[in-house]
């Protein structure tokens, strides 16, 4: 199974071809694909944002009707929790936002897929995928 980062959804509305090719790579293989709510508001935050914010919001509607949310449970709550706090101690910080995002795909057994992958391979046992 493979967690969605904005970064690449966004690639994906923008139509970039190089993410076109992960996603038939992705579905050829069967992979699941999911999503956190945080990257979920992040798209319709840029949505509301942008010149057009009707139709963009629904790009961003059609592309998470295709996927599974993921649930941000009390597990990813304790996760986000300890990880804030070791990387805290460690002066290593990747943003509440980004940690969080990261907590939910980790909870959940998931590989993130981003073109962030130096940010998000500082948390200890999450499987980053670039692209």
């Not at 790579?25 to 694909?33: I, M, P, R, Y």
């Not at 993130?112 to 948390?123: A, C, I, M, W």
């Amino acid at each position: 199974m493979t967690c969605l980062d904005t970064d690449f959804m966004i690639d994906l509305m923008r139509r970039r071809p190089f993410a076109e090719r992960k996603l038939e790579n992705l579905t050829a293989e069967g992979d699941k694909l999911t999503t956190t709510p945080l990257n979920a508001s992040e798209l319709y935050k840029g949505a509301y944002n942008s010149s057009r914010p009707i139709e963009e919001a629904n790009k961003v509607r059609r592309l998470l009707d295709t996927l599974d949310i993921l649930e941000f449970s009390t597990a990813a709550s304790e996760t986000f929790g300890k990880l804030s706090i070791e990387f805290q101690r460690k002066g290593n910080d990747i943003g509440d936002f980004d940690l969080m995002i990261a907590s939910i795909a980790l909870t959940h057994g998931e590989t993130l897929l981003t073109k962030n992958t130096k940010h998000f391979s500082k948390v200890p046992g999450l499987a980053v995928e670039g692209y």
